[in-house]
């Protein structure tokens, strides 16, 4: 081959593999910082905030992408795992507040509305929770971690969920450790610990499936339990683990309606709509079995049809048109988390699955159902 052929081909492909390259670590599809208008956060700027979940790479901006993408789209943060028990409080006097630091100092940063997740739930706990047998050590615990946690940030976290996760289905409380070893005072303690270690935060009660009936009234009960006490909660935070089939809006709608009534903020604390079936739809179906590796189970590896792109395009359409009617009664519209990619529902409640709940793409490109969210607001 001829030198000047081969340098040739040698210069083409270099070519390529650093567009290639410059495509994968800026792509096009990522709206341009410039944008500024362009953004759910300043649309949606008179009527709620706009929050994600992040995590600990994004908190620490080691995603190029996201790091752009994050402070352009959101005024709000959540830890999507960070601030857990697990993580902040591994043994029963060590805590790990490194990336807890990280992630308020980037909201700050970013002048970002914080929220604080979360300071009592009976998930993520730290191993050494197990070990503890008396009630007086559990108080003890659970003292400790909210004055600690919630001290240490008091007045720079905005709002905490203090609690998260109390209720069953059918509005009774779960039996988790607390409610065993504490009583239902657990509830009504957690938030008055908090109220006094950052008196300035919003205090919250967190869960998913409130919006339906029978737990909703469950909710509504442990609430007003706690306003009759004096101790201060301000809001409900409606996790929003929804799906492209549901649930029904007039169950969100009447949610909105009756906690409001309760004198509470409200927000929608961990939005994503599943495009995926779900074990607990499949009638007939075990609920122990196993479906990882099941393509029946995991129908989408290789993208989402159109018609479910658009289903889900609508499905956000609607719930956004239903929160601007209610923008008064609304805080926060959080999505739990940033892309499609890193959302926690590619791996739960099945592992390995490629799931499609966001309104943005793998590659931060914004899907159809950002655009239709984003009609829903005159342009300025
Ligand atoms: C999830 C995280 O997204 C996952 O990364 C983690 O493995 C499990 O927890 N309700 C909550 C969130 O309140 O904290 C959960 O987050 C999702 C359900």
Not at 120 to 149: A, C, E
Not at 205 to 228: V, W
Request: one cysteine or more.
């Amino acid at each position: 081959m001829k030198f000047f052929v081969r340098i040739r081909i040698l210069l083409t492909f270099t070519a390529i593999v650093f567009l290639q390259h410059s495509k994968a670590q800026n792509p096009s599809s990522v709206i341009k910082k410039t944008d500024k208008k362009a953004s759910l956060k300043n649309s949606f700027k008179n009527y709620f905030l706009i929050g994600a979940a992040i995590n600990a790479a994004q908190i620490e901006e080691k995603e190029p992408n996201a790091a752009i993408l994050i402070p352009q789209q959101f005024n709000s943060i959540t830890p999507e795992n960070i601030m857990k028990c697990e993580v902040i409080h591994p043994q029963w006097d060590k805590y790990n507040f490194d990336l807890a630091d990280k992630y308020v100092a980037y909201g700050k940063k970013n002048k970002m509305f914080i929220v604080g997740h979360t300071l009592v739930w009976h998930s993520q706990l730290s191993p050494f929770i197990n070990n503890i047998q008396s009630s007086d050590s559990l108080m003890m615990f659970m003292t400790n971690h909210i004055n600690t946690v919630a001290g240490r940030y008091a007045g720079k976290v905005n709002s905490w969920d203090v609690v998260n996760e109390a209720l069953n289905d059918d509005g009774t409380l779960r039996k988790s450790i607390f409610l065993e070893k504490l009583g239902e005072d657990y509830l009504r303690k957690a938030f008055e610990l908090a109220a006094k270690a950052d008196p300035k935060a919003e205090l919250y009660y967190n869960d998913y499936n409130i919006e339906q009936p029978k737990k909703r009234a469950g909710a509504i009960k442990l609430i007003k339990k706690i306003q009759a006490s004096g101790t201060k909660i301000d809001g409900v935070g409606i996790q929003a683990h929804w799906s492209i089939n549901g649930p029904p809006l007039q169950d969100i709608e009447n949610s909105i309606i009756e906690f409001s009534a309760l004198g509470l903020k409200i927000s929608f604390t961990e939005l994503d709509l599943t495009a995926l079936p779900n074990p607990w739809d499949l009638k007939g179906a075990d609920v122990n079995q196993n479906f990882e590796g099941s393509p029946f189970m995991n129908p989408y590896p290789n993208g989402l049809p159109d018609s479910l792109q658009r289903k889900l395009a609508k499905g956000y359409e609607d719930l956004f048109k239903l929160f601007i009617k209610y923008k008064n009664k609304i805080e926060r519209v959080t999505f739990w988390g940033v892309n499609d990619g890193q959302s926690w529902l590619n791996g739960w409640p099945i592992k390995g699955r490629t799931n499609y709940p966001l309104l943005f793409d793998s590659n931060f490109k914004p899907k159809l159902a950002y655009k239709k969210v984003m009609a829903l607001v005159p342009k300025k």
